[in-house]
């Protein structure tokens, strides 16, 4: 460890102001301290343990198979539902009632009742129910260009082609994958003491991890029905097949109504940062794992491909950026003192927001034992920091929520441009929805997913109130700037929780949000299919299960 | 048997309904989560109802000074409640939702009906436009 070497990082954060605009957090690429390479690290290290017990499918493709995962102290089972789908049927969107393949994450070993149980609601989804006996519940349709692709060249004895497997990346995508008590699953705070599940969204990454291999098992099965003969996919082959999935607006609000849990993941990230600008100079190994990684974002960044009309000349630039990075870091820019600030002051200045954020990823690449550790900030306990402190004074909050929602102040929210935007619940699918406030009849049902807007409210009616007054005695008054009154002070004590943008703005662009929560799942290739549901790949490059403890387990993430 | 069969209600699922019931009667959106929040802690404490109960409350004066939950928030906001005597007040918020586990929510089916009912509310009308323009 040398932690001694990394002098007063605090001074290298980033601002929040800066940090938190959705175009900054719209930019984000996956780091070392992504949910994903939390988990395969943790994997890896202590040798987790990976079969597939059962196996019924027929002909059909039909039937049901468990996937169990033995680590130190507990074992957990993926229990897939493999189902004949009609085509006509086959949709990403959230308002689908039947998909190819259904799945839960059961705490344990099942026995047949369980998967019984299982059986008469997991293929339901949304309409069935789990129980706290399971810590997921999720779903995955087949790509319909690569899956036949794949089966069609196994039955023929042949290997797929490799530029297809590249094109697409996975053979079935997720549309939704459930945790944290949803649909009658357990909750965390009874499993969150856990320390394979501590950190966020473990058991949801699990889960896709698995799937991951049923993936390939049931496309080997088709094959194998076409042709009892069929070829089995080479393995460099499996490695280069991913998870895909399909992620609309249901994710985009977790950013605003988690502020807490947003700011330990920002905090985390931005703090590994500010570690590896700290240090005075590079070693010779860390400039060379920093040119390996370059190099193989350089080919991730290669095979990243969207028709999106805002992300394709992204992509496009981001090309460049890495291009014109290669040549400053081969003119020696990390020679001499500071290397890294130097260098992440060079990106900031010379590279777009996609850049930056890469370069920033890449720069942690070279120390783990600076970064990893900081995986164990990245939990909240929400309950503990979500009470509001009703003693301040009126003064005081004004005060704060001044200097926290500067930007919000100098929004003229009279403008109906500035609030354009209307987030609501429809009563059909249950699911959040955006709408055009002046367009449809929906600002009755307006959910609470507007902080600068509510906080310029908050601090005009504390600029009526004696700055002496209690906070409390000011709620009782005024209720309805509850929300907007605990907000500020969580951002006072956590300087990323908030986000510095106008949710509701016309010009809002809602992959942003879900492009900066899916960077912390680690997900690479965003592909927006609109502005406001995104395509991605996870566990592209990783090692399978049969291939664990891998020495490559955390070396995968940028060769997806 | 109630919502959710023989498993009931996970905390978050309880959580969410009652938050939704309290807006679905009005409340603003920050109380309406403080009743959430209440309901939820309330269970996880496995301390049968005291006191008023939580659908008379709803249906009848949420929201006013002397209603137990602005009196449990404003004791606990000014640190005047320990948080043990704060929870106290809390609990009373959900009389009627029989707890039988420590972990889950098991409602009867009249309760949940009738939380459920205030919860839709909440559900903006689906309409073609909508789901043409607005889903994710």
């Known amino acids: 460890m040398s932690i001694e070497t990394a002098p007063e990082p605090e001074a290298f954060l980033r601002n929040p102001a800066e940090v938190m605009r959705l175009s900054s957090m719209g930019a984000f690429h ?7 390479r939390i988990l395969m690290r943790r994997l890896a290290c202590e040798n987790w343990r990976f079969d597939r017990p059962l196996w019924e499918v027929d002909a059909n493709g039909e039937g049901r198979a468990l996937y169990r995962a033995r680590g130190p102290e507990r074992t ?5 539902f493999a189902h004949d789908l009609p085509d006509d049927q086959r949709s990403d969107r959230v308002i689908a009632e039947a998909w190819d393949a259904t799945f839960a994450l059961f705490d344990g070993e099942p026995t047949a009742a369980d998967v019984d149980r299982l059986a008469g609601n997991v293929p339901y989804q949304e309409a069935g129910r789990v129980s706290e006996r399971e810590l997921t519940l999720s779903r995955a349709n087949r790509s319909m260009r690569l899956f036949p692709h794949v089966v069609d060249r196994l039955a023929a004895g042949e290997q797929p082609d490799t530029e297809e497997v590249e094109a697409v990346g996975y053979l079935m995508r997720t549309t939704a994958v459930y945790g944290s008590g949803k649909f009658g699953a357990v909750d965390r705070e009874f499993v969150a003491d856990r320390p ?6 473990q058991a949801e990454m ?35 097949l991913g998870v895909g999935n399909s992620t609309g607006l249901g994710m985009a609000p977790f950013l605003i109504k988690h502020p807490v849990l947003i700011d330990h993941w920002m905090r985390a990230r931005e703090e590994g940062l500010a570690r590896v600008r700290a240090l005075p100079e590079a070693k010779q190994r860390e400039k060379e794992a920093f040119g390996e990684t370059l190099e193989q974002a350089k080919g991730q960044v290669a095979r990243w491909g969207t028709r999106h009309p805002l992300y ?3 992509i496009v630039a981001l090309r460049d950026d890495l291009a014109k990075l290669e040549t400053h870091v081969a003119a020696g820019a990390l020679h001499g003192a500071d290397p890294w600030d130097r260098l992440y002051r060079w990106a900031a200045d010379a590279l777009s927001d996609d850049g930056r954020e890469m370069t920033a990823s890449m720069m942690m690449e070279p120390y783990g034992h600076l970064i ?15 009470r509001l402190d009703g003693r301040m004074r009126c003064g005081d909050l004004k005060a704060l929520a001044e200097r926290i929602y500067g930007f919000a102040l100098e929004t003229d929210f009279e403008e109906r441009a500035e609030r354009a935007r209307c987030w609501y619940v429809s009563e059909e699918k ?16 307006e959910q609470p997913l507007a902080p600068a807007r509510d906080a310029r409210a908050l601090v005009h009616a504390l600029a009526e109130r004696d700055a002496d007054e209690t906070v409390a005695a000011f709620l009782m008054a005024a209720p309805e700037h509850r929300g907007a009154a605990l907000r500020a002070q969580i951002a006072a004590k956590f300087p990323f929780a908030e986000i510095r943008d106008n949710t509701i703005s016309a010009e809002m662009l809602p992959i942003d949000l879900l492009r900066c929560k899916l960077s912390f799942f680690g997900a690479t290739k965003f592909d927006p299919r609109s502005d406001r549901w995104v395509r991605i790949t996870m566990f592209q490059g990783a090692p399978l299960p049969d291939e664990m403890p891998a020495a490559d387990a955390d070396g995968w993430a940028w060769a997806g | 048997m109630g919502v959710g069969g023989v498993s009931g209600l996970s905390l978050g699922e309880f959580e969410a309904l009652v938050a939704k019931a309290a807006r679905g009667v009005g409340l603003p959106w920050g109380l309406a989560a403080e009743a959430g929040k209440a309901a939820r802690r309330a269970i996880a404490a496995e301390t049968p109802g005291a006191g008023e109960g939580f659908l008379d409350w709803l249906e009848t004066a949420p929201g006013r000074a002397e209603c137990p939950l602005m009196k449990g928030l404003r004791d606990r906001d000014l640190g005047e409640a320990d ?7 809390y609990r009373a918020v959900v009389d009627q939702a029989q707890t039988l586990g420590l972990r889950r929510a098991h409602l009867s089916e009249t309760v949940t009906e009738r939380l459920n009912a205030l919860a839709h509310r909440t559900y903006a009308p689906a309409t073609e436009e909508s789901r043409a323009r607005g889903a994710g």
């Open chain 1, 30 to 36: 996956q780091t070392r301290l992504s949910f994903m």
């Open chain 1, 76 to 80: 957990y089972t993926l229990v897939a």
């Open chain 1, 196 to 201: 394979e599940l501590s950190a966020p969204f």
């Open chain 1, 206 to 240: 699990l889960s896709v991890y698995l799937i991951r291999a049923f993936t390939i098992d049931i496309a080997e099965h088709m094959a194998r029905v076409k042709n009892p003969d069929a070829a089995r996919l080479d393995p460099a082959l499996k490695r280069r």
């Open chain 1, 312 to 314: 394709a000349p992204r």
């Open chain 1, 372 to 386: 990893d550790g900081l995986a164990d900030c990245m939990a909240a306990d929400e309950d503990r920091h979500g």
């Open chain 1, 430 to 445: 249950l699911e959040p929805r955006l709408g055009e406030r002046f367009e449809e009849p929906i600002e009755d049902y």
């Open chain 2, 83 to 89: 948080a043990e005597s704060a929870d106290l007040v």
